[in-house]
């Protein structure tokens, strides 16, 4: 990942985000009010600081993009988001009251859905892995049979023509 400079991160009321980690994997750690020590991870900061047209950081889109099967990890991880020291105060209130809005009235609907396009996602990619597996297995069946093939023809001897050549260009022996 490249570095940059952490006095030009921006958020999206427009303040400064001082001390932000600039590498990745490197994890932010913040005290609560109640002193216990928590980790923000640093790739959910990123993304939520990384400018976008519209408000993007809905917990919907967090779930989408950081890929959650797991509405009580999704949740945890949302919530230590959005009540990060590292947001100005406006914003967190912001996204936490769209968060709340968000449980009420949508995450019944929404995580079945999330579950489903998911595991839709998952089974096209098991399907393309043994699509991809099996062109392998013909793809080396044939070659072993054109090799049966030319090696057959060369021993009869006789049989020296053009398709005995094209045979023997496929398949040289090792």
Not at 77 to 91: G, Q, V
Not at 132 to 138: C, E, F, L, Y
Request: some cysteine; proline content about 3%; hydrophobic content about 35%.
């Amino acid at each position: 990942m490249k570095d940059f400079d952490k006095s030009s991160v921006v958020s999206a009321s427009g303040s400064t985000m001082p001390n932000l980690p600039t590498t990745e994997g490197e994890e932010d750690c913040e005290q609560e009010s109640s002193g216990v020590s928590r980790l923000v991870d640093f790739k959910h900061i990123q993304w939520l600081l990384k400018p976008k047209l519209l408000e993007g950081v809905s917990f919907a889109s967090f779930v989408e993009h950081f890929g959650f099967v797991n509405l009580e990890d999704a949740k945890a991880a949302y919530e230590r988001l959005i009540n990060s020291s590292r947001l100005p105060m406006d914003r967190r209130r912001t996204l936490q009251a769209a968060y709340q809005l968000f449980l009420r009235n949508k995450l019944q609907s929404f995580w079945p859905d999330h579950l489903l396009k998911m595991e839709k996602q998952m089974t096209k990619t098991k399907f393309m892995i043994a699509v991809t597996k099996s062109a392998r297995v013909v793809q080396k069946a044939s070659v072993k049979e054109i090799a049966n093939i030319a090696k057959s023809l060369e021993d009869d001897g006789d049989h020296q023509d053009e398709s005995v050549c094209a045979l023997k260009s496929i398949h040289k022996p090792e």
